[in-house]
């Protein structure tokens, strides 16, 4: 259903209900990752225009995290 929804409100969805699990900074825009509906979703963030970015079924969660390991912060879930 969420794929269904125009992009400016997919935007709004993903901020309102969604969980801000990291953010990085790639040329200029704002990434920021979200988990929502047991998925995966960016939200590029520029000076005039946001962005949503799915990510295919097939790709794992390690690829996903990946470009975000440095910005979370694991210590917390090994002590």
Same mark, same amino acid.
């Given at each position: 259903?969420?794929?269904?929804?125009?992009?400016?409100?997919?935007?709004?969805?993903?901020?309102?209900?969604?969980?801000?699990? /990291?953010?990085?900074?790639?040329? =200029?825009?704002?990434?920021?990752? !979200? /988990?929502? %509906?047991?998925?995966?979703?960016?939200?590029?963030?520029?000076?005039?225009?946001?962005?949503? =970015?799915?990510?295919?079924?097939?790709?794992?969660?390690?690829?996903?995290?990946?470009? !975000?390991?440095?910005?979370? %912060?694991?210590?917390?879930?090994? %002590?």
């Amino acid at each position: 259903m969420f794929q269904n929804l125009p992009s400016w409100h997919q935007a709004e969805v993903l901020t309102r209900k969604g969980t801000l699990l /990291a953010q990085r900074r790639h040329n =200029g825009w704002l990434v920021s990752l !979200y /988990a929502l %509906d047991n998925s995966f979703i960016e939200l590029w963030s520029g000076t005039a225009a946001e962005v949503v =970015g799915m990510f295919s079924k097939s790709a794992s969660a390690l690829e996903i995290l990946d470009p !975000y390991t440095h910005a979370i %912060d694991i210590q917390e879930f090994l %002590d």
